[in-house]
């Protein structure tokens, strides 16, 4: 008869997953720092930050939850959803008042690109946080 086998998930490993993929919310690439695979954290953390950046001075807007203007709309309000997992780097760019919106950005020529680019980043960050979630329990090595 086949012995049951025990769930690869224990306690330790439990906090371990939660850690890494709380790390990589708050900053890109640290939950693969936390896990030592430093080459991936680097990597992640560059791609994310430079296509926030690149988007910033492009004048794309970083939609928020906090503004008057995100219950506008369906898309407004998801993409406001959707930068929540740019983590700090949304708060950041909130905090400083570098996070442009309004009429007098939506009419520059490269405001739609600026914003693609933002709303990337955050759903690459997703992809981050997923692979710190299967490096973390173990799934991938």
């Given at each position: 008869?086949?012995?049951?086998?025990?769930?690869?998930?224990?306690?330790?490993?439990?906090?371990?997953?939660?850690?890494?993929?709380?790390?990589?919310?708050?900053?890109?690439?640290a939950g693969h720092l936390y896990l030592r695979r430093y080459a991936h954290a680097?990597?992640?953390?560059?791609?994310?930050?430079?296509?926030?950046?690149?988007?910033?001075?492009?004048?794309?807007?970083?939609?928020?939850?906090?503004?008057?203007?995100s219950g506008e709309g369906l898309l407004q309000f998801l993409a406001a959803v959707?930068?929540?997992?740019?983590?700090?780097?949304?708060?950041?760019?909130?905090?400083?008042?570098?996070?442009?919106?309004?009429?007098?950005?939506?009419?520059?020529?490269?405001?739609e690109y600026g914003t693609t680019f933002i709303i990337v980043a955050a759903l690459?960050?997703?992809?981050?946080?997923?692979?710190?979630?299967?490096?973390?329990?173990?799934?991938?090595?």
């Amino acid at each position: 008869m086949a012995a049951k086998q025990k769930s690869a998930v224990g306690p330790n490993s439990l906090s371990r997953i939660f850690i890494a993929c709380f790390l990589a919310w708050v900053v890109p690439g640290a939950g693969h720092l936390y896990l030592r695979r430093y080459a991936h954290a680097a990597i992640f953390f560059l791609i994310v930050t430079a296509l926030v950046t690149s988007g910033w001075l492009i004048s794309g807007e970083m939609h928020s939850l906090l503004r008057p203007n995100s219950g506008e709309g369906l898309l407004q309000f998801l993409a406001a959803v959707g930068n929540i997992a740019l983590g700090s780097i949304h708060l950041i760019f909130l905090l400083l008042g570098w996070a442009p919106g309004g009429m007098e950005y939506s009419s520059q020529r490269t405001y739609e690109y600026g914003t693609t680019f933002i709303i990337v980043a955050a759903l690459i960050n997703i992809l981050v946080m997923l692979d710190a979630f299967d490096h973390a329990r173990g799934a991938r090595k």
